[in-house]
């Protein structure tokens, strides 16, 4: 897979880990621990590319966290030791980080992330030094005084508090372990891993664990699998169509991927056009519920409507991705021709493989048809 492909995906896991700390300093030091991780996984070109995209993709995260970088560093940036921050030592502080040799400054930061939270740091530094009282230094100073410990502690506490009123991002299902998947193609796996995914597997009925999430989370009342993207997970219940629904979840998970931030290939216009050449070529006389019993409800619903609705062409990618039900795959494959070649184009341009038949046979015999698929 390119380059971008994996310092996007990198990013968007990095901004996923990030987010579900609820606290500023430990988001902070995931991501550091991230960064990290990452540079040791990727080469230089990678690297580099993925430190872009998370400095733009994650521009809201990154507000909190040069919190818990000032924090974390107080020493650091307080350059004349008086117990506050003042604009020139902020400014000074950049100076110094992008005038020095080498892709990270001695406090082990990425250069470019570093100026990026100074550059945050300067533009709040109003705000920030009045977070709180801390008038002691108001009698001691001309000047107006520069951020204080106290002041990072009151700015910290109050984010935290937010964090955890609007994103209590949690694993859906807690106290599940990853288990680890035999037939997975070496690719998904690089791909999975690079996602930070983790591959759960429940016993029963997989909308019951998820019950307390019902409310804020309405699909997560009809799931018998699910991929939860801001969690990093695909669960599945155990028995007989696992194997299928593992492989579905795992195609939403490949839709995602294949496009940066939390866009989907099935949203750009060269996969939107082809299904609408698709839709286009059917006949509105079909009776689908009686035809192609076997599809998505939302993408029955679509083919009677004459128009795929965004949840039916992920769906439909899906059910294109996973090859376990064969005759369904088969089927979707004659029923949307010019979407099918798409998404094969998009996995082999980035070398992402489909799972193997049940019986080994190769893929492109699977539907009787010896015209050459591409993958
Ligand atoms: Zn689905």
């Known amino acids: 897979m390119n380059s971008e492909l994996k310092a996007s995906i990198s990013a968007d896991r990095t901004i996923d880990r990030v987010a579900m700390r609820p606290g500023v300093d430990a988001a902070y030091q995931t991501l550091i621990n991230e960064v990290n991780s990452t540079r040791a996984e990727l080469t230089p070109t990678e690297y580099a590319l993925f430190l872009k995209e998370f400095s733009t993709a994650g521009a809201s995260e990154l507000g909190d966290l040069s919190i818990g970088y000032a924090d974390a560093n107080f020493k650091v940036l307080d350059n004349d030791g008086d117990g506050q921050l003042s604009k020139d ?4 502080r950049k100076g110094e980080v992008t005038s020095a040799n080498g892709e990270r400054s001695e406090i082990g930061l990425p250069k470019e992330l570093e100026a990026t939270f100074l550059d945050n740091l300067m533009e709040r530094h109003d705000s920030l030094r009045f977070e709180s009282r801390d008038d002691g230094f108001l009698t001691l100073y001309q ?4 951020i204080t410990r106290k002041d990072l502690a009151s700015a910290i506490s109050r984010t935290d508090s937010l964090r955890k009123q609007f994103a209590p991002r949690t694993y859906l299902t807690k106290g599940f372990d990853s288990s680890p998947v035999a037939d997975i193609p070496d690719s998904v796996q690089e791909l999975l ?5 983790e591959l759960k597997s429940v016993s029963g009925s997989l909308k019951d664990k998820l019950k307390e999430h019902h409310s804020e989370q309405p699909n997560t009342a009809m799931a018998v699998g699910l991929y939860s993207a801001t ?31 939390r866009s989907h290939f099935t949203e750009r216009p060269a996969f939107v056009q082809a299904l609408d050449k698709d839709m286009s070529a059917l006949s509105s006389a079909t ?3 009686k035809e192609f019993p076997e599809a998505h409800l939302f993408v029955r619903s679509g083919l009677y409507a004459g128009r795929m609705s965004e949840s039916a062409r992920k769906e439909i990618f899906a059910d294109l991705y996973q090859t376990r039900d ?8 004659s029923v949307f021709p010019a979407a099918s070649a ?5 996995l082999h341009d980035q070398g992402i493989e489909r799972f193997s038949l049940k019986n080994n046979a190769p ?6 048809d010896t015209r050459a698929l591409i993958l």
């Open 193 to 197: 891993n690079l996602g930070g995914m």
């Open 231 to 261: 969690t990093n997970e695909i669960m599945t219940e155990k028995g007989s169509y696992e194997a299928k629904s593992r492989q579905h979840e795992i195609g939403h998970f490949i839709d995602d991927a294949l496009s940066p931030g």
């Open 326 to 333: 064969t005759e369904l795959y088969c089927k979707m494959r």
């Open 287 to 289: 009776e689908w519920n």
């Open 342 to 346: 798409a998404i094969d184009k998009a």
């Open 143 to 146: 000047e107006p005084r520069g």
């Open 363 to 368: 893929l492109s015999t699977a539907c009787g």
């Open 89 to 92: 030592e902020i400014g000074k």
